[in-house]
């Protein structure tokens, strides 16, 4: 992995969520911190921020990493389930102008896990200091390794997990629903 092709300067955000990772382990959490900034389209001002650590222990939640939790916060507070392009009055919170997104600043490389919560939340830009390699050092042990390793084999050729697949005669049935049924709130669109 060569990290020097998507270097960028740091920026208080950044150290923002590496502060909250120091916090989160003097408190009994994970060494993991995040970040996420609303900005305004139009004047790439700061309309506001949530920050959040990892609280997989706190809360008995293997999902609740930093990114997770801070990605949670911001769409229940705004009320939005796409970070990447929020448009005034869909959001519940106030914004200067038509448009704004998010950005997300994480203390580490996230996890497969938390980078596909960051596609889906509709995040366009990420920025993390510390690397899934240096996470994965003696004494610190969060390795991913296993599961980028698992992720690239088929199915049948993964080693940790027995994965099947089977039809039953309504698996189709909530797509179909979802697909024929205008009243369903689509996310990720612009209200009319």
Known sequence: MCYEEISAPANQWLERAN????QSVKN????FG????????ETDEVI???????????NHDPTAHAEVM????AAKELGVVDLGCIYQGQAKLSQPSEQS????????EPCPMCISAIYWAGIKKLMFSATR????????DFSDAVIYEELARPYHQRRYMQIEYARTVNYLDAFDYY???????RYGKKPA
């Open 48 to 58: 506001r921020h949530w920050v959040s650590h990892n609280q997989v222990v706190l």
């Open 133 to 140: 390699f240096d996470a994965a050092k003696p004494g610190v």
């Open 28 to 31: 009994g959490g994970g060494p």
């Open 34 to 41: 995040a970040v996420i900034v609303q900005i305004d389209n």
């Open 70 to 73: 801070v990605i949670r916060m």
């Open 179 to 185: 697909k024929n049924n205008t009243e369903v709130r």
């Open 19 to 22: 502060e909250e990772a120091l």
């Open 101 to 108: 997104y998010c950005v997300i600043y994480s203390s580490a």
